[in-house]
């Protein structure tokens, strides 16, 4: 019986011994190529000029100034990210009263231009929902930040960082855009068009400058957004033959605008950033109603002592995310396939003993590789949405009947969603929309169809 009981206890013992073990092996030097990554941008733009500031004061309570409120709130942020308190200490500047921040009302159940043609919906309630709530200051603090010429993130993206108020953020830009279509019907066209060219013009710059890839995603839905206020524009009873030179001008996706690179850094300093908090001893178990506020990252997996081989996960990162650069400036169909196929390597290249040698490095940076590729073939699908626009605009300025489309389409210089390969556009009769189908497998979506006015 006591052998049975020593065998029993030492079996129990094993856990003890391998965790023990691995806190005692080395960790990895970090690779030339991820210190290079993970060298701070020097910030040269002036702070009157960053609209991140002002992004931060969007939701600031109606009596005080946003930029006041955005410095303040970025400030406090700054403090308690380089302190080290983490989550424990209060992220709201002093002296502000967080329950009244402003709030944007009335817009859940108006149409959405990306699913449908509005125009009439835009028509009847514009003017109205400028008198709801505190959405004609949102609108102006809105207009006011866009203006601006730079976008630098300047706090650092920590552990328990809140997320901007992105939501508050989407529902500025939408009532915008409503008010732009709804100017351009009731014949205010040149206003119209010009604030709707900067606006497009602010998400393009954010995609362009942003270090953190949630940004850029949300800059890409806003820019989604304003093509379909274009789309709105052309659909629209008065048929003035400017905006047809507006959509012309729109530039298809610039190099840097497609490049990830600034984006992908970025993430590379948040992934380590995590890291050395996880594996810190002051690191605490969580209660899960401390991340119900809109943190970054629910660390569920995560336990107070697990051994973190923080160069390892980010020398191993940084690799995989620099051979997806290289392979950003293929075609889409063969970026999707080589991008899957270095995918499926990165999985089989770890080993048993890897995985033995480091658990966390399995757990968490594998289970991560899968949605970095999507992100490119995003790229690709915004500027389809902007090819589909270009075709709309020269079909209604040549007047092209809805069932000569699909023949007009092979003539034109829009035959394909991708320029540089075949993938074909066509008419859907059904959905009275133009559409493609997406490398990336998205399917019925509305980042690859523009809408018609039914007949």
């Not at 002093?94 to 921040?101: I, V």
């Not at 529902?171 to 019907?185: K, M």
Request: with cysteine; aromatic share 10%.
């Amino acid at each position: 019986m006591r052998k049975f009981l020593k065998v029993v206890f030492l079996i129990l013992l094993l856990p003890v011994i391998y965790i023990a073990v691995l806190h005692l092996l080395p960790d990895e030097e970090l690779s030339a190529g991820a210190r290079e990554w993970l060298m701070a941008e020097p910030i040269t733009v002036p702070k009157e000029q960053n609209s991140y500031y002002l992004l931060w004061g969007l939701d600031a309570p109606s009596n005080v100034d946003m930029r006041e409120y955005g410095e303040a709130r970025v400030a406090r942020i700054i403090e308690v990210e380089t302190s080290g308190t983490g989550y424990k200490a209060d992220y709201h500047p002093a002296g502000f009263d967080e329950t009244k921040q402003v709030k944007a009302v009335g817009l859940n159940d108006l149409c959405a231009s990306d699913k449908e043609s509005c125009l009439e919906e835009y028509r009847k309630n514009a003017e109205s929902l400028l008198e709801e709530g505190d959405n004609g200051l949102l609108l102006d603090r809105y207009r006011d930040l866009s203006t601006l010429v730079s976008y630098r993130i300047q706090a650092p993206a920590g552990l328990y960082t809140p997320y901007m108020n992105f939501t508050q953020l989407r529902y500025a830009h939408r009532l915008r855009l409503i008010l732009i279509v709804a100017n351009y019907q009731g014949g205010n066209e040149a206003d119209a068009l010009a604030e709707l060219a900067s606006d497009l013009k602010f998400s393009r710059l954010v995609m362009r400058e942003s270090g953190l890839l949630i940004d850029r995603l949300i800059a890409m839905a806003l820019a989604r957004e304003s093509l379909h206020a274009y789309s709105q524009l052309v659909d629209s009873d008065n048929r003035d033959t400017r905006v047809f030179s507006e959509i012309e001008s729109i530039s298809e996706l610039t190099q840097s605008e497609r490049n990830l690179s600034r984006a992908l850094k970025g993430e590379l300093n948040f992934q380590r950033s995590i890291l050395k908090e996880m594996g810190s001893p002051s690191y605490d178990e969580f209660n899960d109603n401390d991340f119900d506020d809109g943190y970054f990252l629910d660390p569920f997996i995560f336990k107070k002592g697990l051994p973190v081989r923080v160069n390892r996960n980010i020398n191993r990162s940084q690799a995989y995310m620099e051979q997806l650069l290289m392979l950003g400036s293929l075609p889409p169909s063969e970026f999707a396939e080589r991008s899957a196929h270095l995918e499926q390597k990165s999985y089989s290249n770890v080993t048993i003993l890897a995985k033995l040698y480091d658990p966390l490095f399995t757990v968490l940076w594998l289970g991560s590789l899968p949605e970095l590729s999507q992100y490119m073939t995003q790229n690709h699908d915004l500027n389809g949405l902007i090819r589909l626009l270009k075709l709309k605009a020269l079909i209604k300025k040549q007047g092209v009947s809805k069932e000569n489309i699909d023949a007009f389409i092979t003539t034109s210089p829009y035959a394909s969603a991708y320029p540089d390969e075949d993938n074909s556009i066509y008419w859907d009769p059904g959905a009275q929309a133009l559409r493609y189908d997406s490398v990336s497998g998205e399917e019925d979506s509305s980042y690859t169809r523009i809408f018609f006015q039914a007949d």
